[in-house]
């Protein structure tokens, strides 16, 4: 009896939750052309509707941690071993010109106390993350006379700023498409009712349901199809605040060789991303193993660098027509990230999806370990200063790692709060410091950057409670630690 009334509530609240969302006119706002009532609207709708009806009959799958298999040089293919690109520029157009680059482009740079779309924080000598992008795709057009076009995935917080932005690029070579991602409402946890029914009309009453919407969002908005009429075959998906994600004509010809219909590209894992998900091979098919699907007795196997050697960078490469089969046959059934929040005091949930969970679905998907190169985030003010530094420089868009350092791995940088946002990191720093012979960095407090400052080796920098600590213009500092003027 009792699995009986649950079952029944279930039904309940998904009939009562699709009667809600049947009236809610936000969701996708830009109608395709021709489609008369516009089909996406309907198709989002049911594509929430579908997302909370799996979470409800927890559908999950618990992944048997005895059948985890570490993948074979098959299945995760060491970058070294892929086949050179052919040389002739007119063969390497062809490859190129059935690729289509797509940037996340739904994040704001809140985080680091700036406002609007997190793409447009500068990064380097006046370039914003979108400059640079489009730089290294017009770079690469002008080069093989090819016609690789830009998509940016927008969210509902980014999207009006994007449009705007994308305008000041309209005399470069490339076709710049932007879309929306699905708008989802958030979902009340005591009543499992949309939070916009209660009143919550504004933008806290939705949320875009995680990068692993971009394959049904890319159908809902008629740009798949427009890129296959174009003859684009493969898209490479990538954070548009990686700075490493860049085209590489080597791993697009192996995929269109061997027909892979997906690829992630995979990094040697450090004990800095001990949180990153992995590859396994389980029951014959390549898998994405979050931490999220780890059993609690063995999380710290999980998080070991002996068993599990590589992490997920969310560089993909993906074929179009299996997209469209997939989305179609509603075969994307990605394990589900409940995410709970608060807004007002009302508890509330979210419920996302990641793009590299897709990978089980296509035939033949593989995995590239690539060099750490390829992944270059910039998530905060440290990794900011380690772009701005000397550690890099910038050609055509690119960004190039100094040479002169031997450390294959970058300083580890841990910057206190006053450095947080943005513009205090900007006040705080005359210049940005030489770091090409640093290992690691700690500051915090009140410390202040002259300029022309050389830190190497292990340096950590503390001003005590109350006081400010200035570091001199152009001094050095080799395994110090500082922790006021007498220590300069």
Not at 35 to 51: M, Q, R
Not at 204 to 231: E, R, T
Not at 293 to 321: C, G, R, Y
Request: a negative charge.
């Amino acid at each position: 009896m009792a699995a009986a009334a649950a079952a029944v509530s279930v039904d309940e609240k998904l009939e009562k939750l699709r009667a809600e969302v049947a009236k809610f006119d936000q969701i996708r706002r830009v109608p395709l052309p021709h489609s008369t009532p516009p089909l996406h609207y309907e198709n989002e709708k049911a594509g929430f509707i579908s997302l909370v009806s799996r979470y409800l009959s927890g559908e999950a799958e618990q992944i048997e941690w005895s059948k985890i298999q570490t993948p074979t040089d098959e299945v995760v293919v060491p970058y070294d071993t892929l086949a050179s690109p052919p040389e002739d520029l007119e063969e390497t157009k062809k490859l190129l010109d059935k690729l289509v680059v797509l940037k996340l482009n739904g994040g704001l740079g809140t985080t680091m106390g700036c406002t609007g779309p997190k793409s447009v924080i500068e990064v380097r000598n006046g370039f914003t993350f979108l400059d640079l992008i489009v730089i290294q795709i017009e770079s690469l057009n002008k080069k093989y006379g090819c016609s690789v076009p830009l998509l940016l995935m927008n969210s509902f917080n980014t999207h009006d700023d994007t449009q705007k932005i994308v305008e000041k690029y309209s005399n470069s070579n490339i076709e710049i498409h932007t879309f929306n991602q699905s708008q989802y409402p958030r979902i009340v946890t005591e009543d499992f009712l949309p939070l916009p029914s209660k009143g919550k009309s504004g933008k806290d009453g939705w949320y875009p349901p995680g990068h692993g919407d971009v394959f049904p969002s890319l159908n809902n908005s008629g740009k798949l199809d427009l890129l296959l009429a174009q003859g684009k075959e493969y898209v490479f998906v990538a954070n548009s605040d990686n700075l490493g994600a860049i085209v590489d004509i080597k791993i697009l010809n192996h995929l269109i060789n061997n027909q892979n219909e997906y690829c992630m590209e995979v990094t040697p894992k450090t004990l800095a991303d001990v949180k990153g998900g992995t590859l396994i091979s389980y029951e014959g098919r390549v898998q994405l193993l979050e931490i999220a699907q780890v059993p609690d007795e063995h999380v710290n196997e999980f998080k070991s660098i002996e068993k599990f050697k590589i992490f997920n960078t969310n560089n993909l490469w993906v074929n179009l027509k299996a997209i469209k089969r997939l989305v179609e046959s509603e075969a994307l059934k990605m394990e589900i990230i409940p995410n709970p929040k608060e807004v007002d005091g009302v508890k509330v949930l979210q419920l996302e999806t990641a793009a590299g969970a897709a990978i089980r679905f296509f035939d033949k998907a593989i995995g590239i370990n690539v060099p750490r190169s390829r992944f270059l985030p910039v998530k905060a003010t440290s990794d900011l200063l380690l772009v701005q530094s000397d550690l890099y420089t910038l050609v055509d868009g690119f960004v190039i790692r100094n040479p002169s350092r031997a450390n294959p791995a970058n300083p580890s940088i841990e910057l206190g709060p006053e450095f947080k946002k943005v513009a205090n990191f900007l006040a705080r720093l005359k210049s940005i410091p030489s770091i090409v012979e640093l290992d690691s960095l700690k500051v915090s407090g009140d410390v202040w950057f002259g300029s022309g400052i050389t830190l190497k080796g292990k340096v950590t920098i503390t001003a005590k409670s109350g006081a400010k600590l200035e570091i001199p213009d152009g001094a050095v500092l080799e395994n110090k630690d500082v922790n006021g003027p007498e220590d300069l």
